[in-house]
């Protein structure tokens, strides 16, 4: 069997990270399958390095009629189209005319392109649960993001918290590193039984390393540079608790549901974290979202203190 599964337009880590589940789900339903991803970006190949897919299609500068003609000719026996914004890619495989064909968007004009169609409406949740509700729908399961889990073997469960001080889109959505330093001192005094902290620190985040110390009240502390996927999952899954800004790697930790505390920037005056945090938010038990004051618009507005209780109370339950 061969199946293309057109991905969102989205080169960003954190929106890969995002498809991730949709893949393994797919593959547990469709275990010989051949997946061929259909994207703009080379970024994509991300899903060839966890083995999620067998091939990536860029077809950034094809246009309608190749779209059309590629896709007859490839003799796909499923396509899924997870790129609901697209008219053209909609279009394109309505008229390519393939065996079975999968696709959602808000557009109800869109259900004549497809065997089957989900309406779904954007920012009415997590951005992974929306990919999984089309292939939930098609083959009648109910997938969640945890699915990732099954990249890695079993990990063995170990006293530590992590910390995210990324954020690749820019200042507004990094809480300071001074800030991160006390939090990660006062949450080891008051639990000296830590067996580590752990910091992941991103291309944009190399020049901390010279600040963190070695170790933080006797607490052992583990730097992990630009760490892959499967050592993001075994850092989440050993993970007693996480705080993170909202960067990339912070999806692999809400996916796998790590107890959690979340910092928003604010990007401007105009433009609040709320509504990013329709779609790149999920919430769970042991979930916190953190905003700033709204007087100061600025994440670094976010108290010490405030992290600090609600970390130690996340700890105590």
Same mark, same amino acid.
């Given at each position: ?54 091939? *990536? ?12 003609? %590629? ?8 396509? @899924? ?17 393939? &065996? ?71 200042? @507004? ?12 001192? &006062?949450?080891?005094? %008051? ?20 600040? *963190? ?16 996927? @499967? ?20 999806? *692999? ?30 919430? @769970? ?16 507005? *976010? ?15």
């Amino acid at each position: 069997m061969k199946i293309a599964v057109f991905v969102p337009s989205r080169p960003h880590f954190g929106n890969i990270l995002t498809q991730l589940p949709f893949f393994c789900a797919l593959k547990a339903e469709y275990p010989e399958a051949k997946i061929e991803v259909w994207s703009k970006f080379e970024q994509s190949k991300l899903l060839l390095a966890v083995d999620a897919v067998t091939s *990536i299609i860029n077809y950034k500068k094809f246009s309608f009629i190749h779209l059309v003609k %590629e896709l007859k000719k490839q003799k796909y026996d499923v396509v @899924y189209n997870l790129y609901s914004g697209s008219d053209k890619v909609h279009a394109a495989i309505k008229f390519a005319n393939v &065996r079975q064909s999968f696709g959602h968007s808000s557009n109800n004009l869109h259900k004549f392109c497809y065997h089957k169609y989900l309406h779904i409406n954007k920012g009415v949740q997590y951005i992974a649960n929306s990919h999984l509700a089309l292939l939930n729908t098609v083959k009648d399961c109910s997938y969640k993001p945890s699915i990732i889990s099954t990249l890695v073997q079993s990990t063995t469960h170990r006293n530590e918290i992590t910390l995210l001080p990324g954020g690749g889109a820019g200042e @507004y959505k990094r809480w300071s590193l001074e800030h991160y330093l006390v939090t990660a001192e &006062r949450i080891a005094i %008051e639990h000296p039984n830590l067996t580590a902290i752990n910091w992941v620190l991103g291309p944009d985040e190399k020049h901390y390393e010279g600040i *963190i110390p070695t170790k933080i009240v006797n607490v052992p502390v583990k730097l992990h540079h630009s760490p892959n996927v @499967y050592e993001l999952i075994d850092l989440a899954l050993s993970s007693k608790l996480s705080i993170a800004n909202d960067c990339g790697p912070t999806h *692999i930790f809400q996916m796998l549901t790590v107890p959690l505390i979340t910092l928003w920037g604010w990007k401007d005056k105009k433009v609040s974290p709320y509504s990013t945090m329709r779609e790149w938010f999920y919430s @769970y038990e042991n979930s916190w979202a953190i905003t700033p004051n709204e007087e100061d618009k600025c994440i670094n507005s *976010i108290s010490v203190d405030k992290v600090c209780s609600l970390a130690l109370a996340q700890l105590k339950r």
